[in-house]
């Protein structure tokens, strides 16, 4: 696709149950990053992937949280057990090659998670 | 901890005159720093950057302002116009990831 792809774009679950949240990233880029918003809050970084480097999971907030990214292309972020400050949008997105080089990073329009 | 501050959670700019978006950061080790703009139900997009080797950086309408020794920037939008009404985002990386750490945003409205 042209852009970052991400589904789905609306998931209401219950509290408690688990949620998996998919990312296409624009064909190519070998970086792709997971961010999220709450209400009212700024972009909160989660993990990101960098080639066949190990990813930096330093932003998952509790082992409820964890990522994955097959095949250097598609990622699911899943969430076990969900409970209601899970709720928020999610954001993935991508960029050719490292950031350090100065790449552009493209963002997803979000998978807006509410857990009720 | 905070790292990237955007202390203004609101702006509001009369059309055709100059927007002014701030943000400070603490990690001294962060060399590159990007701008996004955010429209409702969207995700952010791309809107200008700056190394840390410069301290301007101008695109069109947009120019990016780096203090290093304020460790502070600034988005300079002018003219602003109504469609330029968003939520902004700076955000920075350093060392040797590519994690960006994004402030917590600011709200621009540019009234007609």
């Known amino acids: 696709g042209a852009g970052v792809s991400q589904s789905p774009s609306n998931k209401v679950t219950e509290k408690g149950k688990d949620v998996e949240l998919r990312c296409d990233p624009i064909?190519?880029?070998?970086?792709l990053y997971w961010y999220r918003q709450s209400l009212g809050q700024g972009l909160e970084f989660l993990i990101y992937?960098?080639?066949?480097?190990?990813?930096?999971k330093s932003g998952l907030p509790s082992d409820r949280f964890s990522a994955e990214r097959t095949g250097g292309s598609v990622s699911t972020l899943t969430i076990q057990r969900t409970q209601q400050e899970d709720s928020a949008v999610y954001l993935c997105?991508?960029?050719?090659?490292?950031?350090?080089?100065?790449?552009?990073?493209?963002f997803g329009e979000g998978s807006w998670l509410t857990v009720v | 901890d905070q790292q990237v501050k955007q202390n203004s959670p609101s702006l509001s700019v009369q059309e055709g005159r100059i927007s002014i978006l701030n943000c400070d950061y603490t990690?001294?080790?962060?060399?590159?720093f990007l701008w996004y703009k955010k429209y409702p139900a969207e995700g952010p997009t791309f809107l200008i950057s700056?190394?840390?080797?410069?301290d301007k950086n101008e695109d069109g309408r947009f120019t990016v302002f780096l203090n290093k020794s304020a460790k502070h920037l600034s988005l300079h939008i002018v003219p602003s116009q109504p469609g330029d009404s968003a939520v902004y985002f700076c955000?920075?990386?350093?060392?040797?990831?590519?994690?960006?750490?994004f402030g917590q945003g600011t709200t621009l409205q540019v009234k007609p």
């Open positions: 997105a991508s960029s050719f090659g490292s950031p350090l080089s100065g790449n552009t990073i493209y």
């Open positions: 064909s190519g880029h070998t970086a």
């Open positions: 992937f960098q080639g066949n480097s190990a990813p930096d």
């Open positions: 990690n001294s080790m962060f060399d590159y």
């Open positions: 700056i190394s840390s080797i410069k």
């Open positions: 955000a920075a990386k350093g060392g040797n990831t590519g994690k960006l750490i």
